[in-house]
């Protein structure tokens, strides 16, 4: 479905999506497990996950397998400009 705009990320959502943009960056890719994400983020598993599953919920980001997190867009990005 479409964008949540009016989502506001919390905290540890912003350093998920922080290491999504950064990966996107350093690989071109921004397709990311759990336990890659986990690399980049101090933080725990339980809350990692609870933050993508609130992004993905957004439409912020994707699951387009089982354990693989895309990053789809952060509508903050378009309207900034």
Do not use: C
């Not at 919390?10 to 950064?22: D, M, N, Q, R, Y």
């Not at 990692?48 to 990005?77: K, S």
């Amino acid at each position: 479905m479409g964008q949540n705009e009016d989502h506001s990320p919390g905290p540890i959502e912003e350093e998920v999506l922080s290491a999504f943009k950064k990966e996107r960056q350093e690989t071109g890719e921004s397709r990311m497990t759990p336990a890659m994400i986990r690399e980049h983020v101090d933080n725990s598993k339980q809350n990692v996950n609870y933050a993508l599953d609130q992004l993905t919920a957004a439409g912020w980001v994707r699951q387009p397998a089982t354990g693989i997190y895309e990053f789809a867009n952060d509508p903050r990005e378009d309207s900034d400009a």
